[in-house]
């Protein structure tokens, strides 16, 4: 009857045939090249390089000449203008990097647009204040920058997370050297005319495209002096293994797999918005996803009957349309391993429902779906799915929930549903989880760390604390 | 030979710019005791005016997000640096300074700027805290802005001065009521335009130029006014000792250096009260 | 369904409170950030002329001023007969809305189209005034031949706990509704959401009002600071749909007040599909209260078929 037709967004954002890595202020030759795709359609966007061990090494002595020469000799407040610049030129150039974000990661448009680019601009507002302030970070007076950064960043939010990378280590005085994801390059590379456009020192930003043997040559550099990195805790923890026993910092942030608890007493319509929220955002593809519903038990049916009439109401489909909720599954990859979790789950007792998608026929798509009636003992109550898929348990008392959601070697996040204070103070102080969400979820902000306990990695981004780490105590 | 057309400098009040309710005006001269402008003369009628548009603007003010206000702030700052020419020709016009000094000033002023939109976000991250009380509280600390705050400039600062009493007063939420220097009036006022044009919402910021010696009394003595600051006053004792009748929050002259590229942390912190909150925690 | 048995014991203040109460809590945040969220949906072309025709359907064109005459009404009744002389295809709004007194005029003027008309009754907007002269108010209104009749809730009641006195009136006003011969006027129950102020208060005033045997339930007056908002109807939405769920009755919502352009009345229309379901999507079930709007939907109307942005000389004014 109103099914709204379609509303496309303008395709604002155009690439190269294909591209370089950025190194020194410049591009340099495309080589060793392999495609990227929209995961919508599986059209080829562009060719990108592999990175090899050479680029890498020519990206780091890049960076390192630039901090030694240029950057640290900068005061604060010139380094402070130079990220307010960057910030200003992506606002500017906002709807073309949320349309180049949506047309190389898969998500819907109304999110880059809404979501993805405002908070990416938005941390480098931030930073950009913190470059002349650093006496106030906690650290003394004149602390010190570590030198050169290496960061790896994943493909579930490519821009923000490069936001998230590169603002905290420039305002602090640090160079950078960045991969994205293998699966997402794009929008990094469109950062790095933005850098361009901004005038910054050559060498203070490079960025080096290419698979996950790129980001171990520049994690093991032996000339990086703190490693950055986002992703699987799987490889999290290669990457620990890797840096021992040398002076590199190191944060990790990782998987997650976060109890969204749900009392009777919470404001059930907005709890309904929050759990949807919580694990069918960015289909799913979210660290701190939560991805357990934890629901007391005397309102369960109710509430799984309002959550079904929520999800119906999703929408799946093109990611450039503005009315898309649910966009496609970021790789081929990605959509077999939800497909064997899915069905592991099924197979251990689990009760699987999805709304009536229209899946479309080209690219890599999974409907929204719930599993109820899962056991803390299930597979799909413990690992990690990192898609549309929410694991339903009930739980019957305060302790109970406490204990059900702490049981796991994650600790990023949490939510807590429930109109009394009191208990929802006591609860956030018990359970084991960097970031805390109380009748609300997924919401980030450049003031506030964000970070895990746990196999959930270690490290804040976000806030005063998210400067720590790229800095030392002066002389 | 092509006649310039002159301005004419008006007061800043609630984001326009009204000539002196008393309809007087004053003359400002050059550094060589030239003529250059009339400007407006306020009047305590205008304190009152301003003062009402201070308060009304101050809620929606404060109100707005901490990102939001260090936009405006940043914004302020790129249209300064858009018209630093206008600036620097009436700041060396007025105090003799060379076209080199001037600049620096305006520099120093823009740059000042950046570093109070830098602040808004951050305060309470370095000033605020939760606090571990011996039991099962919650208890947190954060810092608001005042209210609306009176401030006399610098006499002796045409630009940066200005600038310096400020930006510290709004970076937080406060409303400001100023007093320009009397003879060094014009950069203070052409600011006003510059703040015009900066998303800055009507009533954050007013303007008075005039003789402090007329209008301190009544700035400092107004019951709707939370904080005073008394850097640009001769008579600074006895202001003191009329701000004390409503306990305002007072700021001494000579507290803070007001020449530099950036402000104090702790004037600020002047112009914002501690709230403490308490809740238990318990299942 | 009766309201004992929907409230589990005798109908006192207690046992109204203790049931209201129990309600759950709506988080202010969330609320307005759901409604947020609806509002960025984009209606485009077929869907878009879809939404704005039902818009028209969906209206309950208004005259409400101290300063109403006979020839105002008959005025605005013409416009809601003819809304466009351009084109005769342009549908017309669900009623007319006026003071109890001009029934008969706005009767008169519609003559035999089936365009309704609806009375302000029960002392409006205020409804400060005996129970005896609200209740008069609204038996001459009825007795004119209005289809449908707009009361006001006590909200002094309702705000100092006297539950049982709001739940009493509406029951009364429901009563004098009827008609000895023919259907009684359906009853619309204005909670004056802008005087409630929390979305807790407004929950639970929705929920009385329907179970005292409201029809529609309808947020404001239009004469007061705050009327009609996305958040608070996204919110009444919400209780129909659950009172739907709880009991089988099919009640309806109007927002009133505010609601001035045509991308706004979209943004309702989005909320009532995705809130309640498209089964609200009827002028049974869901009217805008507005004046100015009509026009506003018939510029864009325009701009549809014409692919040129209108202007006012080019609609008539009522």
Redesign the interface.
């Known amino acids: 009857m109103f099914d709204y037709a379609p509303a496309p967004e303008a395709k604002l954002a155009s690439f190269e045939k294909s591209y370089g890595h950025f190194i020194a202020g410049k591009f340099t030759k495309p080589a060793n090249l392999y495609p990227t795709i929209n995961p919508a359609t599986e059209e080829v966007l562009a060719e990108i390089s592999h990175g090899t061990a050479k680029d890498v090494d020519l990206a780091v002595k890049s960076a390192r000449a630039a901090y030694e020469k240029v950057w640290s000799k900068l005061s604060g407040a010139e380094r402070g203008k130079y990220l307010y610049r960057i910030a200003r030129i992506m606002q500017e150039r906002a709807r073309e990097l949320a349309v180049a974000e949506t047309l190389n990661n898969g998500k819907p448009i109304k999110e880059t647009r809404d979501f993805d680019v405002p908070t990416a601009v938005s941390w480098f507002f931030y930073y950009a204040g913190w470059a002349d302030k650093l006496d106030h970070a906690g650290l003394g007076p004149n602390p010190q920058a570590l030198g050169v950064a290496a960061q790896v960043v994943p493909w579930n939010f490519p821009l923000m997370m490069l936001s998230w990378k590169i603002a905290p280590a420039l305002s602090a005085g640090n160079t950078v050297v960045l991969k994205p994801s293998e699966t997402t390059p794009l929008t990094a590379l469109l950062f790095a005319e933005i850098c361009q456009q901004a005038e910054l020192p050559e060498g203070v930003v490079n960025i080096v495209t290419g698979f996950g043997d790129t980001g171990a040559a520049l994690v093991g550099h032996k000339d990086v002096n703190k490693v950055a990195f986002t992703g699987s805790t799987e490889v999290g923890k290669i990457i620990a293994k890797q840096v021992a026993g040398s002076n590199k910092k190191v944060t990790l942030e990782l998987g997650g797999k976060a109890a969204n608890i749900v009392f009777d007493d919470a404001p059930i319509d907005q709890a309904v918005e929050g759990v949807v929220n919580g694990i069918f955002f960015n289909q799913g593809h979210v660290c701190c996803a939560g991805s357990r519903l934890l629901v007391q038990e005397s309102i369960h049916d109710e509430f799984i009957k309002k959550l079904k009439r929520r999800m119906s109401t999703l929408r799946l489909g093109d990611p450039m349309d503005k009315n898309t909720d649910v966009g496609a599954i970021n790789s081929a990859d990605q959509l077999a391993k939800i497909k064997k979790l899915v069905k592991k789950g099924v197979s251990e007792g689990g009760e699987l429902w999805q709304p009536e998608c229209k899946i479309p026929r080209n690219g890599f798509w999974f409907a929204p779906a719930i599993v109820d009636n899962v056991s803390p003992a299930n597979t799909v109550a413990r690992e990690e799915i990192f898609g549309p898929v929410l694991s339903v348990i009930t739980f019957r008392t305060p302790a109970e929930a406490v204990t059900k959601a702490n049981n796991t070697e994650y600790g990023l996040s949490a939510g807590i549903w429930t109109e009394k204070g009191a208990k929802m103070l006591k609860l956030a102080d018990q359970l084991n989880a960097g970031v805390i969400w109380s009748n609300t979820f997924n919401q980030f902000d450049p003031t506030s760390p964000f970070g895990g306990f746990k196999e959930s990695g270690y490290g804040r981004e976000g806030g005063r604390q998210g400067l720590l780490s790229y800095l030392k105590a002066g002389k | 030979m092509r006649l310039d057309v002159k301005k004419t400098y008006k007061l800043f009040i609630a984001g326009k710019f009204p000539r002196s309710e008393s309809g007087r005006s004053y003359q400002v001269k050059d550094s060589k005791s030239k003529h250059v402008a009339n400007v407006a003369l306020a009047s305590r009628k205008d304190v009152r005016d301003a003062v009402q548009a201070a308060r009304a603007a101050q809620p929606g003010w404060a109100s707005a997000s ?2 939001n206000r ?2 405006v702030l ?1 914004r302020i700052a790129e249209m300064l640096e858009g018209r630093r020419e206008q600036f620097v020709s009436e700041i060396a016009s007025l105090t003799g300074k060379t076209a080199k000094q001037a600049d620096a000033e305006v520099s120093a002023a823009i ?1 000042s700027w ?2 109070h ?6 305060i309470d ?2 000033a605020g805290s939760m606090n571990p009380v011996a039991g ?1 509280y ?1 208890n947190i600390s954060t810092n608001q802005p005042t209210g609306v705050v009176g401030a006399l400039a610098p006499q002796d600062s045409a630009l940066v001065g200005f600038v310096n009493t400020i930006a510290p007063a709004i970076v937080s939420g406060n409303t400001v009521v100023v007093v320009t220097s009397e003879k060094l009036s014009l950069p203070a006022l052409t600011l006003g335009e510059v703040l015009a044009t900066s998303d800055l919402p009507g009533g954050v910021v007013n303007i008075l130029s005039g003789k402090e010696s007329e209008l301190s009394s009544w700035l400092v003595g107004h019951m709707d006014v939370n904080a005073v600051d008394l850097e640009g006053t001769s008579n600074a004792t006895e202001l003191e000792i009329t701000a004390a009748d409503t306990v305002k929050r007072v700021i001494r002259a000579g507290t803070y250096p007001r020449t530099g ?2 402000g104090n ?1 702790q004037h600020i912190l002047d112009l914002m009260e501690v709230k403490t909150v308490w ?5 | 369904m009766q309201a004992e048995t929907i409230v589990g014991s005798r109908i006192t203040n207690q046992s109204l409170r203790r049931w209201l109460h129990s309600l759950p809590g709506v988080d202010k945040v969330g609320l307005e950030a759901r409604a947020a969220s609806l509002a960025t949906r984009s209606i485009k072309t077929t869907s878009k002329a879809w939404g704005l025709d039902m818009a028209i359907r969906m209206m309950d064109l208004t005259t409400l001023e101290g300063m109403d005459t006979p020839e105002r009404v008959e005025s605005l009744c013409q416009k809601a007969i003819t809304p466009d002389m351009a084109d005769p295809e342009c549908p017309s709004p669900a009623a007319i809305c006026v003071y109890g007194d001009m029934v008969p005029y706005a009767k008169a003027a519609l003559g035999k189209s089936k365009i309704f008309v609806a009375a302000v009754a029960t002392a409006f907007p205020s409804g400060r005034s005996s129970m005896k002269v609200k209740l008069q108010d609204t038996k001459d209104a009825v007795a004119f031949g209005a289809d449908e009749i707009d009361m006001v809730i006590d909200r002094g009641a309702f705000l100092s706990g006297n539950y049982l006195e709001v739940f009493k009136q509406i029951q009364a006003i429901k009563l004098a509704c009827q008609r000895p011969k023919g259907k009684p006027a359906h009853l619309k129950v204005i909670l004056e959401t802008g005087e409630l102020q929390t979305y807790d208060n407004i929950r639970r005033a929705s929920y009385l009002a329907m179970l005292a045997g409201a029809d529609f339930i309808k947020t404001s007056t239009g004469k007061v600071s705050v009327n009609a908002t996305l958040p608070i109807t996204l919110l009444m939405l919400e209780a129909v749909r659950d009172w739907y769920d709880e009991t089988g009755e099919l009640i309806g919502v109007k927002p009133a007040g505010g609601i001035r352009t045509a991308k706004d009345a979209l943004r309702y229309l989005v909320v009532v599909k995705e809130i309640a379901g498209e089964r609200w999507l009827t002028p049974e079930l869901f009217r805008f209260g507005a004046s100015s709007l009509l026009n506003d939907v018939l510029m864009q109307r325009k701009k549809l078929l014409t692919k040129t942005y209108s202007g006012p000389d080019y609609i008539s004014v009522d």
Do not use: N, R
Not at chain 2, 117 to 122: I, L, M, N, P, Q
Not at chain 2, 279 to 283: D, E, L, R, S, W
């Open positions: 901490a990102y260090g936009q940043y740059d950046v570093w939109a830098g602040w808004t976000d951050k991250s370095v099962p919650f590229a950036k942390l809740h238990p925690k318990g299942h």
